[in-house]
């Protein structure tokens, strides 16, 4: 397949947004191979310890993969939102399609403190985060949004207030409260 | 949740957090006395909370791409079944282990089976390593041989790096243990050792031969698996200890009992460890036991560096002594002392073979035909077995097995090679007269090409063509071979035909060429284009005309590309080779001689073209560069249909560039064109105002390289250029004056297009050490390897630099782009040159003031492109390789074999140095306008024979 060019990908971003569903598959696979040239930086080169470390300004995939320029200024906002969206779409299904892997046959190769460090990382589950997101949203909207444009979006705390024309400090407080409520939901499966 | 509930447990939660952390409990407390329900649901948050922090502070891109390298023991992270990797779509999972996993996938563009491996992550996460494992796989595909598994691609996909190779169907000898006759296991060894030889001969070694990487196909031929590829996989550079760890305890535990006292000792190791191997792989199969065994792998190993095994023959006296004398030589613990080399193993696994077989045949004729394998079926082989051992029975019969290809495929590999011309410069086109007995051919008497005929062993020429400035070439036999066709220059240019005497020309058809006769002799199939080689072509597409001889009515069979058409014997299609657009390759196709879809043969990244049909019309042969060499291959296909029904195998030519090849009808001579080639940089002095060359041109280099676009460094004191080699092309430098030359590159590697940075410290130039052409720098002493671009689709090519050093231009994607040269990668904006409104385009040079690129379009124009307009100008309808004098107005360029000089503003074209003896390839000024240099190519190419009888 033809990958699209940075300006046409963001054309086909916002007919997603405008509900074009085939959009998402000629983006998808722009995003896979994104994915996996930062896996093999991180295996390559990376401590796992420096992953830890708070999102960029924005999403380094969007810089490499959008026309920036293309995205006028008074659609920043509405862009950022459904940039956002799709990235979890993708990501979701992507992580939907990965093999399970055997936990038992895992758990023989890792000593028990690597395994405890694993477990304890509750965010790679992206499936069972989205289910999560998705009962947070039932309950409380806002923060969802917050959720899906701050972790899948990778915005920064001003770009989802510019999005949601809410104040910084109240996202901060939001997405603080929002973490604690998945973090409880997940951890109790 | 109740949403009234829901909005007082987020109140209080956030009224929590903004307590000091030692009161927040306490305050929880205080504030739900009555309302335990609210409490629990707070106090499970605020304790949520406290053990986030990290929780989804990586954006979920991270996390998924850090999740997946965690996998990283897993090869894939998807399941692969049904999806498609580049352009092949997987069907079945074949196998899986430390080498990665293999499937069996279907090529869809090839249209057949292959398996698929796919690399493991751990492997290929380390770039260099992966880098060199794709340099490797190229040598290892590079390799040709009929005991060999046929290596299709090394590539990489969404992602994923996999090697496709041929699929081979069959047993492997594992699977045949206890179920194998003596001679039938000797019979398969030796050609296990024929393959063993030819990869050696190219400096590979195996390292893991055992049974399980011997197939043995329904037909009797064997196949190696995995050559080379367990060096690949465990790298020599090894990165981490644990990693090391578990490829080498995954491959001691399984091969063992195979490894040589040197393997197994952890000594370096040469070919002669897979000369044991085999030792052992025989010993087992014949005996039922291995020879060097334990408990315990320490055991094992002590067995293997110091206990002798029990001789063969003690298992079984039947067995032949001289059993016994080979697997001694084989299993010598002093490498010194073994077999030193596989095709010595051979001949004498052979010699036993012919032993076995006489004395069967003298004791009981039949006896040899019911020791053929019977776990082998082979229709077709029966009847030829039957005959022959009734008819000849004294004729040693291993021949048969170790060779059993299609009776109808003639091997080349046993002709008789003879030299028919060996007049100075180029003959061309040979075509054999249907008796096979002479030859027609084009040579360049003079410079002006005219048709020769010539007996086969004659020395002597007579010329067909009158002698005058019209050129002709291309001769083909009618079927009756009365007459030949041929294509002239004269008024008007096409297809003429003449009886083979030379008399009686008349013309066929204008504007066609490279004729091929219809079986019935009654038309002409021609291309209104051709070439002599594939790499001189430009892409203007060629139609395929179907013409009737007697009346010259012609039809337009295919519009699209076609070259050189060859009319099958059979009558039903027609093979041509042709461009995929804007692909920059060469491919074979065939096409129904009615029309209609083409039906593809070759499509892949090496050079495939000038297809000619067996005379039997089952295989078409074609001339590739998959080897390495330019030379003919062949495929096994259906007439009717053009489907192909096997893989490509080589056909030996001796000589490192082949092509023009034809049969004699009964196909049991193949004549063809042998061509040795040298390209050389002259110079001459040069005066930019009176724009006059001063003085007589001057080598600067000579010999028998090909020096290939030379460019004088910006101080003027050396050169930089491509010189293509056996299978790579390298960079070299050579001072001013052509001496000391110097390879900033020598590996596997193809190195193409380097072009000095304006400072002269740099190199950039086109490299597809990745596995794809990317764009890579190097210092001026080949230190500081640095890959540019990333990536990439496979076509990037063409750097530039800025005349000011701090931005690149290069082609990518079909377009030119610049990037600029202290961002890495990731921060490229990747600016793009407005689309060229007509054919897309080469820029060759940027303007000294940097606001101009100058450059060639596909359909040979110069075209000149503008910074500030951003608008691009036809200059001038014919010329090559443009480069800007210093005023960045005037310009030397290429046409018809001469150097000129042109600016933009008259666009007038002024000769500067008149047409030379050899051709001219690339041309170029030094900083200061007083040198122009330039590429000379000389080509010597002469007539050759192959002759089966």
Known sequence: MDEPGAHELTELLLAWGDGDEAALARIAPLVHAELYRLAKRYMSRERPDHLLQTSALINEAYVRLIDWKAVRWQNRAHFFGVAAQMMRRILVDFARRRPRVDKDAEALQISLDEAMTISAEKDGDLLALDDALKSLAELDERKSRIVELRFFGGLSVDETAEVLKIAPITVIREWNKAKAWLYRELSSN | MDPDLWKKVDALFEEALAQPLDKRE??????????????????????????????????????????????????????????????????????????????????????????????????????????????????????????????????????????????????????????????????????????????????????????????????????????????????????????????????????????????????????????????????????????????????????????????????????????????????????????????????????????????????????????????????????????VVLILAAIPLGWYLTRAKPALAPDWSRAVHLQLTNQPGTEFFPALAPDGKSFVYAAAENGNWDLFEQRVGGKNATRLTPNTPSEETEPAFSPDGERIAFRSNREPLGIYVMERTGENTRLVVAGCRHPSWSPDGKEIACSTRSQSAPTIRNSRPSALWIVDVATGAKRVLYENDAMQPAWSPGGNRIAFWYMPPSSGRSEVATISKSGGEIEVVANDAPTNWNPVWSPDGKFLYYVSDRSGNMGFWRVLIDEQTGKVLGDPEAVVTPSAFSRHLHFSRDGRRLIYVQTEQEQNIQGVKFDPKREKTVGDPFWITRGDQQINRPELSPDGTHFVMRVPRRAQDDIVIIQRDGTNWRDLTNDRPFDRYPRWSPDGKKIAFTSDRTGRYEIWTMDADGANLRQLSYDSPGDTSFPLWSPDGQRMLFRRRGVNVIVELNKDWASQTLEQLPVEPENPMVMWDWSPDGEKLIGTDSAGHVVCYSFETKQYEKILDNGSYPMWLADGVRFLYLADDKIYLSDIVTKRAREILPSQEMRLRSVGISRDGQLIYYSLYSGESDIWLLDLQ
Not at chain 2, 51 to 79: G, P, W
Not at chain 2, 87 to 96: F, R, S, V
Not at chain 2, 139 to 145: D, G, R, T
């Open chain 2, 26 to 387: 306490a305050f929880v407390s205080e504030a739900t006395k009555d309302n335990a329900e609210l409490r629990d649901e707070v106090l499970s948050l605020l304790k949520a909370q406290e053990q986030a922090s990290n929780f989804m502070e990586r954006s979920a891109m991270k996390v998924a791409a850090a999740r997946l390298a965690e996998d990283s023991n897993l090869t894939t992270s998807f399941s692969l079944l049904d999806k498609e990797i580049a352009n092949y779509k997987i069907e079945k999972l074949l196998g899986a282990g430390g080498m990665g996993e293999v499937y069996l996938a279907h090529d869809t563009k090839l249209k057949r089976l292959v398996a698929l491996k796919i690399l493991p992550w751990h492997f290929v996460a380390d770039t260099e390593r992966a880098s060199r494992f794709r340099v490797e796989a190229r040598a290892l595909s590079s390799l040709n041989h009929p005991n060999l598994i046929t290596i299709y691609e090394v590539g990489e996909a969404d992602g994923l790096h996999f090697i496709a190779t041929e699929f081979v169907e069959g047993q492997n000898l594992s699977s045949l243990r206890g179920k194998l006759t003596l001679r039938e296991l000797l019979a398969i060894a030796a050609q296990v050792a024929e393959a063993l030889s030819a990869a050696h001969q190219a400096g590979i070694v195996h390292r893991d031969i055992k049974p399980d990487n011997v197939m043995v196909r329904p037909d009797g031929y064997v196949k190696v698996l995995d050559f080379g590829l367990v060096k690949l996989t465990q790298g020599t550079s090894v990165r981490t200890s644990q990693e090391m760890a578990k490829t080498q305890l995954g491959v001691a535990m399984g091969t063992l009992a195979y490894m040589s006292p040197e393997q197994a000792a952890g000594e370096p190791i040469d070919h002669r460890t897979d000369i044991w191997s085999l030792g052992v792989v025989i010993y087992e199969l014949v005996t039922g036991r291995k020879p060097f065994t334990g408990k315990t792998r320490q055991e094992t190993v002590h067995a293997i560096l110091s206990t002798e095994p029990e001789p063969a023959t003690s298992s079984d006296e039947t067995l032949p002594s001289e059993l016994d004398q080979i697997l001694t030589k084989a299993l010598e613990k002093d490498r010194e002392l073994r077999y030193q080399t596989a095709s010595d193993f051979r001949a004498d696994i052979r010699r036993l073979l012919r032993m076995i077989d006489s004395s069967a045949t003298a004791s009981n004729p039949r006896a040899i035909t019911s020791s053929f394998p019977n776990f082998i079926q082979r229709t077709w082989f029966w009847p030829v077995a039957v005959v």
